[in-house]
């Protein structure tokens, strides 16, 4: 009787040891530093720090992550990310090249609007105007209170070397009343410009061809490329707000 029980006990083990081994082990695996499953290389909660800062996962708790985007995949993105002031350098040093004048860019829209091949058309006016490329893109950033802009000055440094900017709203279109009311929007980049050109330079780049990134320090929205422009609406909005406002 007593070596029944045994048995019994013992095949008990051996049941949930096979059902409950394997989790422990992936328990104990999901804190190892590296991906392997087989060698445990050193402990951290990373994984479980980019588990919660996925989208999919905030939602199922409840959590919208529209204005999430600085946060999530913040250091899996590190290495993608530049400072404005790149932003400014190319506009100024390398989209001028491809920028017409208001005569030539509305001389361009006719001359696409009854092309019937319009990369045809595109290569022909470059070709006709000396232009190596056509400049029709503007840098935004999206940002919570501001919406799309490239309007900023340069306010301070952190002892990162990170740059803190003040950011404005984009002059050339309509807001709502209510920014009258909000307070300024500042950030700090994520990356300073020494790590930049540092990072550029493993890349392979010559980073003294960057150098002038420093001088940039205040930009301003471009204006939109008349293609992208909204047609004119068949009616007015109304100045009166119902909709928007600021509790408290």
């Not at 029944?4 to 989790?23: H, K, Q």
């Not at 019937?116 to 022909?124: D, H, I, Y």
């Not at 940039?216 to 707000?241: A, C, H, N, V, W």
Request: hydrophobic letters at 40%; one cysteine or more.
């Amino acid at each position: 009787m007593k070596k029944g029980r045994l048995l019994a006990n013992a095949y008990l083990v051996l049941v949930f040891g096979f059902l409950y081994v394997p989790i422990a082990v992936l328990i104990a695996f999901s804190f190892n530093e590296s991906k392997s499953r087989t060698v445990f290389t050193g402990f951290t909660f990373k994984w479980y720090q980019n588990l919660f800062h996925n989208d999919m996962v905030l939602k199922s708790l409840g959590v919208i992550c529209y204005y999430t985007f600085t946060v999530k995949g913040f250091e899996e993105n590190y290495e993608v990310f530049a400072p404005n002031a790149r932003s400014l350098q190319e506009s100024a040093e390398e989209k001028a090249w491809g920028r017409l004048a208001p005569e030539a860019e509305h001389d361009f829209l006719e001359s696409l609007g009854g092309a019937p091949n319009k990369a045809v058309a595109v290569r022909q006016f470059c070709v006709a105007h000396d232009v190596p490329f056509l400049a029709t893109d503007r840098s935004v950033l999206n940002l919570p209170g501001i919406g799309k802009s490239m309007s900023f000055a340069l306010v301070g440094v952190d002892a990162k070397g990170r740059r803190i900017l003040r950011f404005d709203h984009d002059n050339t279109r309509r807001h709502s009343p209510i920014i009258d009311r909000l307070g300024q929007i500042y950030i700090v980049e994520n990356k300073s410009i020494a790590s930049y050109l540092r990072q550029l330079q493993a890349m392979g780049e010559d980073a003294e061809e960057y150098a002038t990134i420093w001088n940039y320090t205040e930009g301003k929205t471009e204006s939109r490329f008349s293609l992208y422009e909204y047609p004119d609406f068949p009616f007015q909005i109304t100045d009166r707000m119902s909709n928007q406002d600021i509790a408290g």
